[in-house]
């Protein structure tokens, strides 16, 4: 029951950050199926979004459940806007590096030989630019973030969501 309990509430709280990150994720994704329609090389932009979605949610919740993003609450909002999008960006980063030796290790099923093909099998410009783009994505959300604890809980919320009186 408790289990249940709390993956309901997980889930809850993921809800939110991932639909946000899924919209940021999904464009740029279409943005660059666009630029390689040219040039007949095709991806499936609507999975590769949800899985990146996740991680980033996933990457936030852990940033958050750590106290990590609470400790510089004294400082300047954008010095917490910066300091949350670099944590959450280095979560994501170990992430995806993770995700990598797990999908070498399902192919390899040696541990060791599984790190050598992960790391002959990244691209570092292409890691990096996903880093990046990951990093405005989080800068983003960071600054929205910071924005609704500015006006209170939910207000930010009720200013976009809510009709104008």
């Known amino acids: 029951m408790k289990l249940i309990r709390w993956l ?21 994704l279409l943005i660059l199926k666009l630029f390689l329609q ?6 499936f932009v609507l999975s590769k979004a949800a899985l990146a979605a996740f991680l980033a949610a996933k990457a936030v919740l852990i940033g958050d459940q750590t106290g990590i993003s609470k400790k510089r609450r004294s400082a300047p909002r954008y ?3 910066l300091f949350k999008t670099f944590i959450y960006t280095v979560i994501t980063a170990i992430l995806s590096i993770l995700e990598s030796l797990i999908e070498a290790f399902s192919k390899t099923k ?7 093909t ?12 996903i880093i990046l783009l990951v990093s405005l994505v989080f800068l983003s959300y ?15 919320k009720k ?3 809510s009709k104008p009186q």
């Not at 309901?8 to 740029?28: D, G, N, R, T």
């Not at 040696?110 to 050598?116: E, G, M, Q, R, Y």
């Not at 992960?118 to 630019?129: D, G, Q, R, T, Y």
């Open 142 to 156: 960071n600054i929205f973030d910071e924005i609704n604890i500015y006006m209170g809980e939910g207000k930010l």
């Open 38 to 43: 040219n040039y007949s090389i095709e991806f």
């Open 118 to 129: 992960a790391i002959n099998e990244i691209n570092i410009s292409h890691f990096l630019a």
């Open 159 to 161: 200013f976009f969501f």
């Open 8 to 28: 309901k509430h997980e889930l809850k709280e993921l809800a939110v950050p991932a639909l946000y990150f899924f919209i940021c994720f999904s464009l740029i």
């Open 79 to 81: 010095i917490n806007v």
């Open 110 to 116: 040696v541990f060791s030989t599984a790190i050598s």
